[in-house]
């Protein structure tokens, strides 16, 4: 079965078509039109440009992925769409197209959850996860810890109670004056500083929990960044990069692993734009290794928001009988059961 995938709740605009049959999902094409250089100028997403933007690509970025798969709208067994959560304007860009989409031409629609459709990106690998698994996924706007019983039965065990860790990074890369987003730039740069130099506090909340805090971590190091400037000392960017990297990184570790010994899971999934930190990625892998645990993540190319990982789970979806209808609305939080 061909299914489009649509993608639009952030600053990425994006249709893919993906092939699915006997347990394999294959994509025809991908087509991601990033704004990411428009929203440099300003240091962050601005919501109602990342709308207009959206609007203007959403026509000529499905065709592009249909022409580019070779796929007619009438060869299409679903349109799959991410409805949340995400930037209510942006999502709705796409929420309105699909639908306008796959009623006129008659298409079974389905709504996605853009968490699960990161968990899904790892669905393009060449050995698929099996169910039950753990997710951990690590995005701009969460930092969530998922146990999941069978494909796309999402149970929530642990989340950021205040910023994502994408947040976190990105905030820290812009006061620093690196390039927005800054995760990718910090990645690099901690490989040049000393990850032991500068003391940060844990964004693993203390006790049973799983459950993470990034804010205290990041007005520490806000702190610490100050400290220097008002002492006339250079920030040393590179320890700094290193040591914030290793807090973020040994944090959400362990509680992946505090989530592992809990729930006996024996494969993690690790998913989300922040996924395509090579640090968290090696140590995630240690993790595993030291659990008995298979680590599953996407290629760093499907880490960030895409089409085809709406897709992937919308097939989830619409293995579960799920439709959607015209009354199909955008929201710009979370589902709370996690149902969809
Ligand atoms: O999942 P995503 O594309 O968007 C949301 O759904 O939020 O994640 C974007 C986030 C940004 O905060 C970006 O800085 C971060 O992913 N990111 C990284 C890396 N590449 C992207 N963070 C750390 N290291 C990276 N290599
Ligand atoms: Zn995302």
């Not at 009438?74 to 860009?93: C, K, M, N, R």
């Not at 500068?198 to 400290?227: E, H, M, V, W």
């Not at 509680?255 to 395509?276: W, Y």
């Not at 645990?293 to 960030?304: K, T």
């Amino acid at each position: 079965m061909y299914i489009l995938g649509m993608e639009s709740s952030c600053d990425e605009t994006s249709a893919a078509v993906v092939r699915v049959g006997d347990g394999k999902y294959e994509i025809c094409s991908n087509i991601v039109a990033s704004q990411v250089e428009t929203h440099r100028l300003y240091g962050g997403v601005v919501p109602e440009i990342a709308s207009r933007a959206h609007i203007e690509a959403v026509s000529a970025i499905t065709n592009e992925a249909l022409a580019t798969a070779g796929v007619a709208l009438s060869d299409l067994g679903a349109v799959a769409v991410t409805a949340f959560p995400g930037l209510i304007g942006a999502l709705l860009v796409g929420v309105n197209f699909a639908k306008s989409l796959a009623f006129s031409h008659k298409i079974p629609l389905v709504a996605v959850n853009h968490m699960k459709a990161h968990v899904a990106a790892a669905y393009f690998t060449d050995e698929v996860p099996q169910a039950p698994f753990l997710a951990v996924v690590v995005s701009g706007g969460h930092t969530s810890l998922f146990d999941v019983p069978s494909v796309g039965e999402f149970h929530e065990i642990g989340a950021t109670r205040d910023d994502a860790a994408g947040e976190a990074f990105d905030k820290i890369g812009r006061v620093i004056g690196l390039p927005y987003p800054g995760g990718a730039a910090l990645d690099r740069l901690a490989y040049e500083g000393n990850a032991r130099a500068i003391r940060l506090p844990s964004p693993a909340l203390a006790g049973d929990t799983l459950d993470f805090s990034f804010s205290g971590l990041k007005t520490a190091a806000l702190n610490y960044i100050n400290s220097c400037r008002q002492s006339g000392t250079e920030v040393p960017r590179a320890d700094l990069a290193a040591s914030y990297t290793a807090a973020v990184v040994e944090g959400i570790a362990a509680k992946v692993d505090a989530a592992l010994a809990r729930t006996g899971r024996r494969t993690l999934v690790l998913a989300g734009g922040v996924a395509a930190n090579s640090h968290l990625r090696t140590r995630l892998a240690e993790v595993c290794r030291a659990r008995g645990a298979r680590l599953s993540v996407p290629p760093v190319s499907l880490c960030a928001d895409n089409g085809a990982m709406v897709a992937a789970a919308g097939y989830w979806e619409l293995c579960a009988g799920k439709r959607a209808g015209t009354d199909l609305n955008a929201s710009a939080l979370d589902n709370p059961d996690w149902s969809v």
